[in-house]
């Protein structure tokens, strides 16, 4: 997964992001969007600081706005999507990258065109 370079970080909130701040940043799963509506939010609830040269979070819950936000862009979707949305974020990226295809072969394999 790419992250935004610490210098992007560095432009928007004054300095490269620390490990704490990361990990938050990694529940984005690279939406440049939402990283961005993220960092805004935790800006607008005070929640980064510079600590030792880096931008650190002060609390790792979400601010309620990013929810909000995240929770908007979703109110679209079918429940049926809305329910295998929420499978899929408890059994994770990498179990779905891994396990077979209806029996017939790696996801990896199926995406790139391969039969099964």
């Known amino acids: 997964m790419r992250h935004p370079s610490s ?3 560095a432009g928007i909130v004054g300095a490269p992001p620390g490990p704490d701040l990361l990990d938050q940043v990694k529940g984005a799963a690279g939406n440049p969007l939402f990283v961005l ?3 805004w939010a935790l800006l607008d609830h005070g929640q980064l600081e ?6 650190e979070v002060r609390s ?5 706005s990013f929810v909000q936000s ?3 862009r979703l109110s679209f979707l079918t ?3 809305l329910e295998a949305l929420q ?7 990498d179990f779905f990258s891994q396990r077979p295809l209806g029996g ?3 996801a990896r394999h199926r995406s790139d065109g391969g039969g099964g």
């Open 7 to 9: 210098s992007s970080f």
């Open 79 to 81: 429940q049926p999507t």
């Open 37 to 39: 509506e993220l960092v």
């Open 104 to 106: 017939s072969g790696s």
């Open 70 to 72: 995240v929770l908007r």
């Open 87 to 93: 499978v899929a974020s408890v059994l994770g990226a």
């Open 60 to 64: 790792s819950s979400l601010p309620p």
């Open 50 to 55: 510079i600590a030792d040269g880096c931008v």
